[in-house]
């Protein structure tokens, strides 16, 4: 089983970055495929962009953001550059072997989620 820890958000202002981490442990992460969501308040969760286990990168859904991985430190990143007040949500990184990627329903393991706030 694949424990996944969040963290690097906060609160931070309109053009700002910020570089997300989701830590693993247990299991042989390396054989998994990595996804970041996120859901703002009284909105759907939305996929933010993966990165499968062989290292072959999906993207993400803005180019503003950029997934990245040292399987050496089991860590999976999302970087945010130009943040913008809609950006705010909890992120959620989570780990699948499935092939589908692009929708939480194919995650078997979920962090706890790390809080974005982007002011104006």
């Known amino acids: 089983q694949v424990q996944l820890v969040e963290s690097g958000g906060g609160l931070v202002q309109t053009g700002d970055s910020l570089r997300l981490s989701c830590q693993a442990s247990?299991?042989?992460?390396?054989?998994?495929?990595v996804g970041w969501f996120r859901q703002a308040p009284e909105k759907e969760r939305e996929f933010v962009g993966a990165i499968r286990w062989s290292g072959s990168n999906m993207g993400t859904r803005d180019s503003r953001f950029a997934i990245s991985r040292d399987l050496a430190k089991n860590a999976i990143y999302l970087q945010m550059n130009s943040l913008k007040p809609e950006d705010t949500a909890v992120y959620y990184c989570?780990?699948?072997?499935?092939?589908?990627?692009?929708?939480?329903?194919?995650?078997?393991?979920w962090g706890q989620g790390t809080q974005v706030t982007v002011s104006s």
């Open positions: 989570a780990a699948t072997k499935n092939v589908r990627l692009d929708s939480g329903e194919y995650y078997y393991y």
């Open positions: 247990g299991g042989t992460f390396r054989t998994y495929s």
